[in-house]
């Protein structure tokens, strides 16, 4: 297997579901290896909401996941029209709504995260649209085949070397960050290992 933290420019994928609050704060953390870094995310959509329809979950998390299905269609329609660039600006202008202003899950938060990246208010539309659904399974698939069905999100691919993770809290800032991106790589780089795991003490925090 390759030295992915010797690498000198890292292409690294990154499969989010603007629900999650720990995707989120990873992903934030990885806005922040880039400063850093010579990395270049690449941002994909994946769906709590399909990865949990067949499972046995409770009933108050089933029901935070029937409005997960609008935001991640409307991510996948936005990058067939305005190709995949367009995912990393709006998957931060639904997160800052979603996860720091608290806003509802609603179309006029996401119609306002669509006004703020210069995005025609009509792809909001996709919200009620099932029709984005193959295409919302095909990008979950292509990350979440690359690490199987017991885990959830943020998903992350670096050079071909999949994991999930990390989940943390607070957002890993300067050197902190830099220092755990580089164990990640390494523990996820090392032939044979699958997790490091602890019970989580403190929910997640933004800042």
């Known amino acids: 297997m390759a030295d992915i933290a010797d690498a000198s420019t890292d292409t690294v994928d990154f499969w989010f579901d603007p629900l999650c609050p720990w995707a989120w704060i990873a992903s934030r ?6 400063t850093q870094r010579p990395i270049a ?16 979950i409770p009933d108050d998390y ?4 029937s ?3 609008g935001p991640v269609r409307v991510c996948i329609a936005a990058a067939q029209k305005y190709g995949d660039d367009v995912l990393g600006p709006l998957y931060t202008a639904i997160g800052n709504r979603f996860h720091i202003e608290k806003l509802p899950r609603e179309r006029a938060t996401i119609e306002a995260a669509l006004t703020e990246v210069g995005l025609p208010l009509e792809l909001a539309d996709a919200m009620d649209d099932s029709g984005y659904d193959e295409a ?10 690359q ?4 885990v959830g999100t943020p998903v992350i691919s670096v050079n071909g070397v999949a994991f999930f993770g990390p989940v943390v809290t607070p957002i890993p800032r300067g050197e902190a960050a830099v220092k755990l991106w580089d164990g990640v790589l390494l ?5 044979g290992f699958y997790e490091l795991k602890r019970t ?6 933004f800042d």
């Not at 953390?29 to 880039?34: C, F, M, S, T």
């Not at 995310?41 to 046995?56: G, I, Q, R, T």
């Open 67 to 69: 409005t997960a299905w």
């Open 62 to 65: 089933r029901q935070m996941l």
């Open 200 to 205: 989580r003490d403190r929910p997640p925090i």
């Open 41 to 56: 995310p690449k941002w994909h959509v994946m769906s709590l909401a399909y990865l949990n329809e067949d499972k046995d």
């Open 136 to 145: 919302v399974k095909a990008s979950h698939h292509s990350g979440m085949d």
């Open 147 to 150: 690490v199987g069905y017991e």
């Open 187 to 191: 523990v996820a780089g090392t032939d």
């Open 29 to 34: 953390w990885l806005l922040e290896v880039q």
